[in-house]
């Protein structure tokens, strides 16, 4: 029996349940978990899409990745898409700026080996990335006060694995050495194997489809929750969401969940109204097309400004239009943004009597203990969270140059990329 790291386990390219049922034939039969447990695993070849540079083009070529080590986990991605905050990295803003380097925190896929040490997972499970993990067990984790964890929250100067500072993916120089190739985000989504810490990653239902589970990986969590945990959005309220990208779309769609009475959405991008339309949005703003701020055009249409304002574009002047929108004496704005160092925040302290500013990353969510939960709640009832209206293009894999296209002329909420 072969042990679980060959080939011939995994079909290249196949549906999801397809290689759920591969596994299980293969890996879980008495003599092949013997056998998986004696045979050390080994390095596998894998597609990835690499970055040489900032705003080079991704390179998409072969990456040795080395087998997980000790509580770390090796997972065959099957469907990955792009954030803003990847666009972000790929031009080299608010990151460490090491190359080469592997991008991409929006996924789904299927566990294929473990490390020592993992109890919670193993090879076929379904699961889900995150880039904010979870390790349970430090202060943090213990807290019901926030979603950081001491070790596995969001980094984004970090770009080896925590177990021992190195990397588990490689390329061949010119003279055959290897040479390291660096992780982004607890993550590196954008090949086709990548090796993360078990803290980083969720095992989910396996009915539930992988291709949209992706988006729960990071937009649509970061703004579902931003309305949910972040700001509690109540019923009857009025909301004003900044930026009509996927992630403000997410918090559109956490407000009308929770029935706000109105949900108003802010760009300049004609085109986002479109896509928040077809979503469900009815109350629209182009700051451009207006001769006064946006602010003042939201106070006026809501008598005195909205309960709750989002700000979705990582932009400090939108944040401050964000922040004056909202009413005088109870209103709060959520940033979910991620805004160029090195600005600082555009409010006076003393405007913070009247009003207030909460940040929201990955919508205030413990991922590996709620994101389950939220997986279902997309899945079943009359009011699930409609995860379809996100995903405006597909492409395969090797497209991903075009995806990031979509993505930066402002074409696309989100790109999925089947592998
Ligand atoms: N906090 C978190 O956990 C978290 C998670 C994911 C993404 N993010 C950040 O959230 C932001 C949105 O991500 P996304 O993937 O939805 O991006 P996106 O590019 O799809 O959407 C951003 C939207 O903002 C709009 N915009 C730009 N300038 C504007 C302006 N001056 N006024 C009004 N609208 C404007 C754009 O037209 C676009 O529709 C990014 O900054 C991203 O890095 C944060
Ligand atoms: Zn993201
Ligand atoms: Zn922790």
Known sequence: MAPPQSDSLLPEKSSPAKVREAFRLSCFSPTAMKASHMTPLRPRASEAAVLWGPEEPFVIQEVQVEPPQRLEVRVKILFTSICHTDLGAWKGENVVTVYPRILGHEAAGVVESVGEGVEDMRAGDHVVPIFHGECGDCAFCRSDKTNMCAVYRVDPSKSVMVGDGGTRFSVADAAGERRPVYHFLNTSTFAEYTVLDSACVVKINPAAPLERMCLLSCGITTGVGAAWNTANVTEGSTVAVFGMGAVGLAAAEGARHRKASRIIGIDVNPVKFDYGRKMGITEFVNPRDHDKPAHEVIQEMTNGGVDYSF????????????????????????????????????????????????????????GKSQLPDLVEKCMHGDDRINLDGFVTHELPFGEINEAFRLLQQGKSLRCMLRL
Not at 317 to 341: K, N, Q
């Open 311 to 366: 700000e979705c574009a990582g932009n400090l002047d939108v944040l401050r239009e964000a922040f004056l929108s909202t009413h005088d004496g109870w209103g709060l704005t959520v940033m979910m943004g991620i805004h160029p160092t090195p600005r600082l925040l555009p409010v006076h302290p003393m405007e913070l009597y009247y009003r207030r500013v909460a940040a929201s990353i990955f919508g205030g969510f413990k």
